[in-house]
């Protein structure tokens, strides 16, 4: 088992910061201000997306496989009531002159060993807590 740790800290009431292991990520904390920074639901959207890329790199050197770059493109579905990403559609171009049939295998791998793509596709428990000063 491992465990990560995230902590988020407000720098006032549009923006926060997320700390790990020395790393930082502004993030916007503004409903609807899209000048503040990513949102949590783009949060989200990046972190599908950036464990796709991880394993893209890890597993296409597993495979053998000559990836040249590669973009992804990640999409959410906001449903409200409660307010919830109901739906994320991927999409990834590959520049590589690997056969698409060996493409689409590494991308099944990247899904099937993802992380944060498990996560979401399985769903997980959520606990929470509050504490005060």
Do not use: W
């Not at 990520?25 to 609807?32: D, E, P, Y």
């Not at 493409?103 to 769903?123: A, F």
Request: aromatic residues 6%.
């Amino acid at each position: 088992m491992r465990k990560y740790k995230v902590v988020i800290d407000s720098l006032g009431k549009e923006r926060v910061v997320a700390r790990s292991h020395g790393f930082k990520i502004g993030l916007g904390a503004a409903r609807g201000d899209s000048s503040a920074g990513f949102n949590a639901a783009e949060t989200l959207l990046a972190a599908f997306g950036t464990c796709l890329a991880t394993n893209i790199n890890s597993i296409s050197r597993q495979m053998h496989l000559r990836i040249e770059g590669f973009e992804i493109e990640v999409e959410g579905i906001r449903l409200e009531g409660p307010p919830r990403i109901s739906q994320i559609k991927y999409s990834v171009k590959f520049r590589s002159p690997e056969p698409e049939e060996k493409l689409e295998k590494l991308l099944s791998l990247c899904i099937k060993y993802g992380t944060v793509t498990n996560t979401l596709v399985r769903g997980l428990k959520v606990l929470g807590k509050m504490r005060t000063n």
